[in-house]
Each structure stands twice: as C-alpha cells, then as structure tokens.
C-alpha cells in the first residue's frame, strides 16, 4: 500500500497551489484505489471547494467591473451623451450578458436616439432573462410604440397591469394604449370604404368668416404673396396663429400644386446657379429662420430643397410647415420639398405634430395636413447625377430611376419596398445589407451605393435623418452625404446644423455649419403623445 507522502513525492512543486492540492492530483488519486477513502473524500472536496471559491471570487471581479462600466454609462446618459452610454452599457454586457438591467439601460439610450429595432431587441432581451423585470416591459412597449406596433405594445402594458394591478401609471399606459389601438381599428375600417371623402370637400372657405378682431396677415385673393410670406413669418414670431381660414387656403392650395407632381422630381441647374439643400428641421422653427437669415431668402435666384422631416419632436412644427408650403406656391418652380418619414400618421400621432394641430386648430385640419403629406414627392434628382431623398438606399439591388418615378405615393407608406427605403433606410460602414437599427427598412454598405450609382449613372446620393455632431457627415468614399438642419436637436444634442449649396457648374457639395438659436419657452415634444414622454424616462 502507497502511501500519502508518496504520493506526493510523485506531484510536481508546479502543481501545489498556495499548499493545496492542485487538480491534476485530485485526479491522479482519485483513480489509486489503494488510497484511503477519507484522504480521497478530503482530496474531492478540497478541490471542488477551491474551484467554487475561485469561481466565485472571478464573477464577483466580473459583476463589479460590470456595475462600474454601467456607472459610467449612467453619466453619460444623464450628461445626454447617449453615443458613450451605448458605448459603456455594451461594454457592461459583454462583461456580464446576464444582467438584465444593462440591456434596459442600453434600449432607453437606444430610444433616445431613435434607434427603435436595437431598442426593441435590447427590451426583448432584458424579458428573456428575467421575466419578471417590469421595466423591460415598459421598454419593449415604448419600442414599439415608436414603430407604430401598438397591439404589441398593448400586451407589454396588460402584463404590466395585471403584475402591479394598483399602479396608476401602468393602469392610465394601458388605457391610452388601448384607445390608440381601437381609434387605429376604426381608421382601417374607415378606410376601406371607396367613397371616403377629401377633408377639402367638406370645407366651406368661401363662406368662413375673417372676424373683425384678426389683425394677422390674409392671403391677397386667396393667393400667396412676398409680402404675405413676410407679414406671415413675423407673426409666427411672436408666437401668433394665422387665421384658419389662412391656414386652410395654404393647405387646399399646397394639395393641389404637390398632386401635379411626379414622385420623382427632376432638375437642371445651369453653371451659373447654386441650390441650398437643407435636412430635417423637425418643428424648429427659430433655427428656420436662421438658416434663412445666413442664406438668404427663398427666391428665384435663392432656390433652396429641403429634405423632408420639417415636423414632429420640436414645438413649432405648425409654423415650419406653413412656412415652406408658403414658399412652395410662391416659387413652385425653385423651391423644393421632399417627404421624410415623419411626413407619417404614425409618427405624427407620437411625436407631436397631430397634438400640435389639435391644440392650435382642429382635429379636422389634421386630417387635411395628412393628406397633404401624402402628396410630397419622394426623391430629386439634379443634373442627372445627384439623388436626393430622405432615408436612403434600397433593401434589394436592381432599383431604377424609372422605379422610383413609378411610386403611387398618395398613401400612408407601408412597411418594405422602394418607397419605405426611401424614407427609412440609412447607410453603414460595412458592405451589404443589415438589419435596420430603426426596426424599418435597412442599413446599406458602401457596395450597395456603388452599384446602385452605377447601375443609374449617378455620382453621389444625398439624404438626411441623422443626427450628426457637425450637422452632415460624408461617407461611402464620398459617395454618400447626410446633412441635417435641426442644431442642438430637440433642446439636448449638441449638435450643429448644415445646409449643403450645389452649383451647377461642378456639383461638387459644399458645406454651411450653423448653431442653434434661442426661441421661445415651449419644450421639444410638448404636443408628443403622453406614452411616448412618459416612456423616455
């Protein structure tokens, strides 16, 4: 019989740990049947005691180093960095993958940057590894309220009411969600009947009424003027509304000038002219009017084309937009407007620019901005060599200009295809196609661009809706330009605006950064539904 000092003659000092026994000995003895039952229980429970504590010590470095990525995360959120929040909460989960706390975290900075599929996913994944976590409902319900899915967003705050069944708040999301949800029913209802009429048919402008009192500006004949636009944009700076009456001549007008249009508009600069090409405004009206102050005035020898998204998140949505359909049947020849994707029930419905209508005008006159919308063009082409739209590229390769003038675009937009892409779609660095971080639509690679400007003898594409800190960003060897107008983006970006000037001569882009202004004490998101302001918490 061996014994124990033996044996450890035999184990090399390399495998004594700290005086305990190492593994391989554990296992060296654990098949030595000549070794004494209690020195081999003893040898078992030594090592697997060791191989706990160790494990242990490791996930509690782990769940520290994890606890103060989120730490650092936290202040970049609170300091509205959300790039560095996403940044350090995707550092924490690749640290510790199982705490759901850093996905929820990491999907309320995905939302504040309007990124609704990763918010989503995130929500979605926080749910998978703890059921009962509440907030990864509230999440995955304000993800998807913001993609217009709102009996899936219905469910996440039923489960909610049915958890806490005393909860005000969770009670009074769940009522709002289910109004939406009915008053979407009732609206596919209504518009499935053929004979739904125009908002137009059952207005009577001739016989409404201008009041005494009103001393705003008045259209000359029904017609918009210089003089009018003037008068116009300087009431609205003094936070005054135009007569209704106004206010519906410009949209029936609008209406009827943007349906003669093709979905694709075409344009030829001679060498000697220049177009400034703005991106989203999104309700700012005061930075607006500062991009005009630096450029100058719309006008025939000023053309300028903004690039949809001129509504929802910012307060003074109403004046953005009647002051470019103003424009628009002034100088319908260079003055341009293309529609974004919150030109959009849905997104109106949640960021504002419907509360907007409603508490400075009517729920009727809503309806009649909605039909409006419908008619904005989708894409613009110039020269022949630059495509402008607002979202982007295609989630399938082989699209023509030809396709896009084929667009029926008097409807709501649905959820894939060519006119989805082009309001949703947003480039990425890497080549091909992936999933949109948007939940809509697709992110297309530097390859995708190339052929696509190929294959339709393009030189470069220019689109808007994204944020970026200098105002545009150029990307896809040049071949891809984003340029968005809105600075200091709802009150908490930071970030600058630009506008773009191309001249005819060379169409080489060249770019205006501009800050933000003051304006005046009405918070972003002041009309947005109440579900969305209470998601972003």
């Known amino acids: 019989m061996h014994t124990i000092n033996t044996y450890l003659l035999c184990i090399p000092r390399f495998m004594l740990i700290d005086g305990s026994i190492h593994v391989a000995f554990y296992r060296l003895y654990e098949n030595k049947e000549s070794l004494c039952d209690s020195f081999a229980t003893?040898?078992?429970?030594?090592?697997?005691?060791?191989?706990?504590?160790?494990?242990?010590?490791?996930?509690?470095?782990?769940?520290?180093?994890?606890?103060?990525?989120?730490?650092?995360?936290?202040?970049?959120?609170?300091?509205?960095?959300?790039?560095?929040?996403?940044?350090?909460?995707?550092?924490?989960?690749?640290?510790?993958p199982?705490?759901?706390?850093?996905?929820?975290?990491?999907?309320?900075?995905?939302?504040?940057?309007?990124?609704?599929?990763?918010?989503?996913?995130?929500?979605?994944?926080?749910?998978?590894?703890?059921?009962?976590?509440?907030?990864?409902?509230?999440?995955?319900?304000?993800?998807?309220?913001?993609?217009?899915?709102?009996?899936?967003?219905l469910k996440d705050y039923e489960t909610v009411v049915k958890v806490r069944p005393n909860d005000k708040d969770a009670k009074m999301k769940y009522q709002e969600c289910n109004k939406i949800v009915k008053q979407k029913a009732f609206e596919r209802a209504i518009a499935s009947d053929e004979t739904k009429k125009s908002v137009v048919d059952s207005l009577d402008i001739e016989n409404m009424t201008i009041e005494d009192e009103y001393?705003?500006?008045?259209?000359?004949?029904?017609?918009?003027?210089?003089?009018?636009?003037?008068?116009?944009?300087?009431?609205?700076?003094?936070?005054?509304?135009?007569?209704?009456?106004?206010?519906?001549?410009?949209?029936?007008?609008?209406?009827?000038?943007?349906?003669?249009?093709?979905?694709?508009?075409?344009?030829?600069?001679?060498?000697?002219?220049?177009?400034?090409?703005?991106?989203?405004?999104?309700?700012?009206?005061?930075?607006?009017?500062?991009?005009?102050?630096?450029?100058?005035l719309p006008s025939p020898a000023n053309p300028y084309l903004f690039n949809g998204d001129f509504v929802d998140r910012g307060s003074f949505s109403l004046e953005v937009i009647l002051t470019l359909f103003g424009y628009k049947l002034l100088y319908p020849d260079c003055f341009f407007l293309l529609r974004g994707n919150h030109e959009t029930d849905n997104m109106n419905q949640m960021y504002g620019f419907e509360g907007e209508i409603k508490a400075?005008?009517?729920?009727?006159?809503?309806?009649?901005?909605?039909?409006?919308?419908?008619?904005?063009?989708?894409?613009?082409?110039?020269?022949?060599?630059?495509?402008?739209?607002?979202?982007?590229?295609?989630?399938?390769d082989g699209v023509t200009l030809d396709d896009l003038r084929k667009i029926e675009r008097n409807r709501q937009p649905p959820d894939s295809g060519p006119m989805c892409d082009l309001l949703w779609s947003d480039p990425q660095p890497q080549n091909g196609r992936s999933?949109?971080?948007r939940g809509v639509s697709c992110q297309f690679g530097p390859d995708v661009t190339e052929r696509f400007l190929t294959e339709n003898k393009l030189d470069f594409i220019i689109r808007s809706h994204e944020v970026k800190p200098e105002g545009y960003e150029v990307t896809h060897n040049g071949k891809c330009i984003t340029v968005f107008s809105a600075p200091n983006y709802c009150d908490q970006m930071g970030n600058k605006g630009a506008y773009i000037h191309l001249r005819g001569s060379d169409l080489k882009p060249e770019f205006h950064q501009f800050t933000a202004v003051a304006?005046?004490?009405v918070k972003p998101m002041a009309y947005a539904n109440s579900l969305m302001q209470m998601g972003m918490m």
Not at 70 to 87: G, H, P, T, V, W
Not at 116 to 130: F, N, P, S
Not at 360 to 368: C, E
């Open 360 to 396: 400075k005008y009517t729920a009727q006159m809503f309806q009649l901005f909605s039909e409006v919308f419908q008619w904005l063009p989708l894409a613009q082409c110039i020269n022949g060599k630059v495509l402008v739209m607002h979202g982007g590229l295609f989630s399938e």
């Open 519 to 521: 304006h005046p004490n």
């Open 215 to 296: 001393t705003g500006p008045k259209l000359e004949d029904g017609k918009v003027t210089a003089k009018f636009m003037n008068d116009m944009v300087d009431w609205f700076k003094d936070q005054k509304k135009i007569h209704r009456k106004c206010a519906y001549q410009i949209l029936i007008s609008a209406k009827d000038l943007l349906s003669k249009l093709p979905s694709l508009v075409e344009i030829t600069l001679k060498e000697t002219e220049k177009i400034t090409i703005c991106g989203d405004t999104h309700g700012q009206f005061y930075d607006l009017l500062h991009i005009f102050d630096l450029n100058g």
């Open 435 to 437: 999933v949109s971080k």
């Open 42 to 96: 003893a040898v078992r429970s030594q090592w697997r005691n060791r191989a706990v504590h160790g494990s242990v010590e490791k996930m509690a470095e782990e769940d520290k180093s994890a606890e103060l990525l989120k730490e650092k995360a936290n202040n970049y959120f609170k300091d509205k960095d959300y790039e560095n929040a996403i940044k350090y909460y995707s550092e924490a989960v690749e640290v510790n």
């Open 98 to 153: 199982t705490n759901a706390v850093y996905y929820s975290n990491r999907s309320l900075a995905y939302l504040r940057t309007e990124c609704y599929g990763y918010a989503l996913a995130d929500a979605t994944k926080a749910l998978e590894i703890d059921k009962n976590y509440i907030k990864g409902y509230y999440r995955r319900a304000t993800s998807n309220m913001a993609l217009g899915k709102f009996k899936a967003a």
